[in-house]
């Protein structure tokens, strides 16, 4: 089992940064692909970032060249760091562990960005 708690949302203006932290818990954190999703209202749930063990990274397109990851796995945490806001990027962003079968959320934090 494990639990993911996120951390760093709130309120930013348009072209401000904030960085999301996922702290995790469980004994196999390092073999986890950790993620970052959102889901904005009357939107569909979508992949912003994902990081595996290896560290590769992918991007949503929206995103790319203005958001990174990162993963710390002796503290068992992973960063999204968002630079460039943009009032689209407001959503309630979502912590993800994935290792098959098993797929984990955290409960979620708001990101707005005002105009």
């Known amino acids: 089992q494990v639990q993911l708690v996120e951390s760093g949302g709130g309120l930013v203006q348009s072209g401000g940064s904030l960085r999301l932290s996922c702290a995790a818990s469980?004994?196999?954190?390092?073999?986890?692909?950790m993620g970052w999703y959102r889901q904005a209202p009357g939107k569909e749930r979508e992949m912003v970032a994902t990081?595996?063990?290896?560290?590769?990274?992918n991007f949503a397109d929206s995103v790319k060249g203005r958001f990174t990851i990162a993963r710390d796995n002796a503290k068992k945490t992973v960063d999204l760091q968002m630079n460039s806001l943009k009032p689209e990027d407001t959503a309630v962003y979502y912590c993800?562990?994935?290792?098959?079968?098993?797929?984990?959320w955290g409960q979620g934090t708001q990101v707005t960005v005002s105009s």
């Open positions: 990081i595996s063990s290896a560290g590769s990274t």
């Open positions: 993800n562990a994935y290792y098959w079968p098993r797929s984990y």
């Open positions: 469980g004994r196999s954190f390092s073999v986890y692909t």
